[in-house]
């Protein structure tokens, strides 16, 4: 079984587009991630959530909005898509928020925006 | 604000050869340093994670250490095999505790 799994895998659209990636997982955790790996791998938090509440928010475009229906779910929309936006999207999750907590990386989400 | 630099970016060697990947950050208040595989394609997989109390990890042929007051860690890797081949990435985590902060990897390619 999928611990952190990411849909869709690959994404290709045009730029001025809305879309969504989804998250889930089925680990029982707390908290939440969201990374981006930009094209020189460069990973980077930019949001994570602990029982449904935003905990991390980083300097990210208001065009990025995640949602959180439950702990085991966060999902990534992204409005107005631009050409920098492309790149790999990494949900995680932990046990919870804090010292020590191993963090487990889904397979990534390939954005493209052309 | 956290920085975390990994040397070297790319490294190339032959089976069965022990190597060693460093990583360095600026801000030795951390909480703990993880070590991350990726493979291409693939998400990431945590391999070793250190406390800030500890001074080193094992796991197989992998050992990390740790040096907290100066910012360093390493990870060595004894007898390496071609499925080693893949970028292994080093975090730290902050005080704040959930937050990791990622180097930009090191791309092993281990040659049969």
């Known amino acids: 079984d999928t611990a952190v799994s990411q849909t869709p895998k690959y994404l290709v659209t045009q730029m001025g587009n809305d879309k969504s990636i989804k998250c889930e997982q089925n680990l029982g955790h707390d908290t939440m991630y969201w990374y981006k790996q930009d094209s020189k791998k460069f990973l980077k938090i930019m949001f994570s959530?602990?029982?449904?509440?935003?905990?991390i928010n980083e300097t990210v475009p208001n065009r990025f909005s995640p949602k959180s229906p439950d702990k085991a779910h966060l999902n990534l929309h992204i409005n107005s898509l631009e050409l920098g936006d492309s790149a790999v999207y990494f949900c995680?999750?932990?046990?919870?928020?804090?010292?020590?907590?191993?963090?487990?990386f889904g397979e990534g989400s390939w954005l493209t925006v052309v | 604000k956290q920085e975390v630099t990994q040397i070297p970016a790319a490294l190339s060697v032959p089976e069965g050869e022990n190597l060693v990947l460093n990583c360095s950050f600026t801000?030795?208040?951390?909480?703990?340093l993880q070590w991350f595989r990726q493979d291409p394609g693939k998400g990431l997989t945590s391999l070793l994670l250190?406390?800030?109390?500890?001074r080193e990890q094992t796991s197989g042929r992998l050992n990390a250490s740790l040096d907290k007051s100066s910012g360093r860690s390493t990870l060595y890797i004894a007898a390496s095999q071609p499925g080693d081949s893949a970028t292994y990435l080093c975090a730290v985590q902050e005080t704040s505790g959930s937050r990791l902060t990622f180097g930009e990897g090191t791309q092993l390619t281990v040659n049969p």
């Open positions: 250190i406390q800030s109390s500890q």
């Open positions: 959530y602990n029982n449904k509440e935003l905990i």
């Open positions: 995680a999750s932990s046990q919870r928020a804090g010292i020590g907590n191993t963090i487990y």
């Open positions: 801000d030795s208040a951390i909480y703990n």
